[in-house]
């Protein structure tokens, strides 16, 4: 057996050993895979912070997941996907961030930074207490969607759903909240962030 099969079965081999919930197997993968990650996120995103902030989630998703380990045929190419499929939602996330920012730039509805401000934490709020009186799993759905900006897809699979079921949960949960700010002073600019795709 050549070095590159042997790596790929001890590889396994340790993967076999983390879904069984041995922490120190979780370290050695850890140290395997931290830095080549690092690198990774540092070179797309160009930003320290931001790097050391999606790689620890990419660690964290992988422990909480760990059970699933021993499915998976190919895996540094699957952890590889999982990072990448990170990044792109933190540039999603970005770009609806700036946008959000822009309308109420352009808004004549505010006079100065401090009303800005003020518009800005209520209607933060308004869409939190919203989204409070959603039921549970369309709450998760919908944060899963428009806050942390995973797919239809990512999210029956994290959850384990059908996507059609996620589509239908996150139909119900935008109307559910157009319902809600109906009648708000604030209803343009939350709307725009709401139905947002």
């Known amino acids: 057996m050549n070095l590159l099969k042997s790596f790929f079965y001890d590889e396994k081999e340790l993967l ?3 879904a069984a919930g041995e922490e120190s197997a979780y370290r050695t993968f850890f140290d395997l895979y931290k830095e080549r990650f690092y690198a990774v996120v540092l070179k797309m995103t160009r930003s320290d912070l931001v790097a050391e902030e ?6 964290l998703n992988i422990w909480m997941k760990r059970e699933k380990l021993v499915l998976i045929e190919n895996p540094s190419s699957y952890f590889f996907t ?8 933190y540039y999603r996330n ?3 961030e700036e946008k959000i920012k822009d309308v109420l730039s352009k808004s004549n509805m505010c ?3 401090t ?3 003020i518009f800005a934490r209520e209607s933060q709020l308004l869409i939190t207490t919203a989204i409070q009186k959603l039921p549970s799993q369309q709450q998760v759905i919908f944060k899963l969607s428009k806050q942390e900006g995973l797919s239809r897809e990512e999210i029956a699979e994290q959850l384990e759903l059908s996507p059609n079921t996620v589509r239908n ?3 119900c949960a935008v109307k559910t909240i157009r319902a809600l700010l109906r009648n708000c002073d604030f209803l343009f600019v939350l709307i725009i962030w709401l139905i947002k795709k």
């Open 169 to 171: 949960h996150l139909s």
């Open 115 to 117: 009303e800005e401000l």
């Open 111 to 113: 006079e100065n930074s």
């Open 82 to 89: 999982a990072v990448y499929r990170r990044v792109y939602s």
């Open 94 to 96: 970005v770009a609806r």
């Open 54 to 59: 999606i790689v620890q989630e990419v660690f």
């Open 16 to 18: 076999t050993r983390i």
